[in-house]
């Protein structure tokens, strides 16, 4: 099983709609767990931490769910600038190793 | 931008051949990971530096192996190249020590073809 799965999607949404990106992970120790973004091409940025308590940054809303083993990323008002991949990240119960799932393709369509 | 850097940019090598890239941390920061990303892939992680000792390994044959320096700069050394190793390399900085410490960030990578 990986350690971390996500659906590839493609996610194709009009803009000024949410949409919801979830990622299951494997390893109940996991610690950490980050969103990141990939333009094409380009080297992946984080997004943002995903904390316990679920945390907010503009239109990103980041939660997780412990007990289910996900996390999950809300992107209210979408921007045609949002279109990209997304990574969902999770650490090692060492936390010196790193997973990415595959990513999740979003297209923001005009 | 993140102030990591990568060099080369890009690389074509032949099968058998070695190859090294190199990255330059984040003013600050004093780990290093390397990843390897395969087209329509997630970035695989293949290990940690950290005061240049290796802190942690993926599932990654011996023949890829690393160092850093004490400026914190690291380098990644790939021996008896395959085709299947032909990827973007990417390096992530961070800095050890509290919860900020796992947050990575990323050079621009290094896209190596191996013919």
């Known amino acids: 099983r990986k350690e971390v799965e996500q659906d590839p999607g493609p996610f194709n949404v009009p803009e000024g709609a949410t949409v919801a990106f979830n990622c299951t992970y494997s390893?109940?120790?996991?610690?950490?767990f980050f969103w990141y973004r990939q333009d094409c091409r380009k080297e992946p940025k984080l997004l943002m931490s995903?904390?316990?308590s679920g945390n907010e940054d503009g239109r990103f809303t980041a939660q997780l769910n412990r007990a289910s083993q996900y996390i999950s990323l809300l992107i209210r008002d979408s921007k045609l600038s949002d279109s990209a991949t997304y990574l969902c990240?999770?650490?090692?119960?060492?936390?010196?190793?790193?997973?990415f799932g595959t990513g999740t393709s979003l297209t923001v369509i005009p | 931008e993140t102030g990591v850097t990568q060099s080369p940019t890009h690389l074509i090598k032949t099968r058998g051949q070695q190859v090294t890239l190199r990255c330059s941390s984040q003013?600050?920061?004093?780990?290093v990971s390397w990843y390897q990303q395969a087209l329509g892939q997630g970035p695989q992680f293949i290990f940690q530096?950290?005061?240049?000792?290796?802190?942690g390994r993926g599932n990654f044959p011996p023949r890829f192996s690393g160092l850093q320096f004490p400026n914190y700069s690291s380098e990644l050394n790939v021996n008896a190249l395959e085709l299947d190793d032909s990827a973007l390399y990417l390096c992530?900085?961070?800095?050890?020590?509290?919860?900020?410490?796992?947050?990575?960030?990323f050079g621009p990578g290094t896209r190596l073809t191996v013919t």
């Open positions: 992530a900085s961070s800095l050890a020590g509290g919860r900020a410490s796992y947050e990575q960030y």
């Open positions: 390893n109940s120790a996991s610690q950490s």
């Open positions: 995903v904390y316990s």
């Open positions: 990240v999770v650490n090692s119960a060492s936390g010196n190793q790193f997973y």
């Open positions: 003013s600050g920061h004093n780990t």
């Open positions: 530096y950290y005061r240049e000792e290796e802190n």
